[in-house]
């Protein structure tokens, strides 16, 4: 039973270049989120998605950064025209349809670790 | 706003020894809190939660508290092991919403 899957494990990009970070929920899951996380930082909320939607994209910077969640495949995180200070990991986590009294558990893969020289 | 803060960025205890790492939040509106752990270059492991309507839980090992009147949390962790080596979060769930805001994290180490 796979866990949530990030891939490439660690990406370097030159600044300028663009990053496609992908996502494969946990079997099941129908719900994914992505955090981003500075060295000796907490992760901040980035976006919320479901299949083909965005539902929450209010940690998302407003330019540069994207989201997607289709219905068949990954979902994919991707940064466009990449700056140092994107360097960062990032984290997807994915949750089974929340019913009421369901517990909240998010469950995370093992995150992207961005480079951007 | 929304926030999660922890009171101490560093703690460091005895192989066999309790510890207990605690965590303030801000958000009245918080009705769920989880305790996650982070091994170095690992994603975070979900360890224990408690909705706000609880005011304790019991894990393997492991006890959250919760008190919301001063909104604090803490995570007790009882005869620690080396593999008890990491950096604990805590994070909350503001109601109505899905995201988790997390807190700036405390490392802690096992001496032997």
């Known amino acids: 039973n796979a866990g949530v899957m990030q891939n490439p494990r660690h990406l370097v990009r030159r600044r300028g270049q663009e990053a496609r970070l992908r996502c494969s929920p946990m079997?099941?899951?129908?719900?994914v989120y992505w955090y981003r996380q500075l060295p000796e930082e907490g992760l901040k909320f980035m976006v919320y998605l479901q299949k083909e939607n965005i539902i929450d994209e209010s940690g998302m910077p407003k330019e540069r950064f994207s989201a997607e969640f289709p219905k068949e495949g990954p979902s994919i995180l991707r940064i466009q025209q990449v700056v140092r200070g994107d360097s960062a990991a990032y984290f997807c986590?994915?949750?089974?349809?929340?019913?009421?009294?369901?517990?909240?558990?998010?469950?995370f893969g093992p995150g992207t670790r961005l480079t951007v020289t | 706003g929304e926030s999660v803060g922890l009171h101490l960025p560093t703690l460091s205890v005895q192989e066999g020894d309790n510890s207990i790492i605690n965590c303030a939040y801000s958000?009245?509106?918080?009705?769920?809190f989880i305790w996650y752990k982070q091994e170095s270059g690992k994603g975070p492991q979900f360890i224990i939660d408690i909705r706000s309507n609880m005011d304790k839980r019991q894990g393997q090992r492991v006890t959250v508290l919760l008190n919301k009147t001063v909104k604090h949390l803490s995570l007790q962790i009882a005869a620690t092991q080396p593999g008890d080596s990491a950096v604990y979060f805590c994070a909350d769930r503001i109601q109505g919403a899905q995201k988790l805001v997390f807190g700036q994290g405390t490392r802690l180490t096992i001496n032997p």
């Open positions: 986590a994915s949750s089974p349809l929340i019913t009421a009294g369901s517990s909240y558990e998010q469950y």
């Open positions: 079997k099941g899951h129908s719900h």
């Open positions: 958000n009245s509106a918080s009705d769920y």
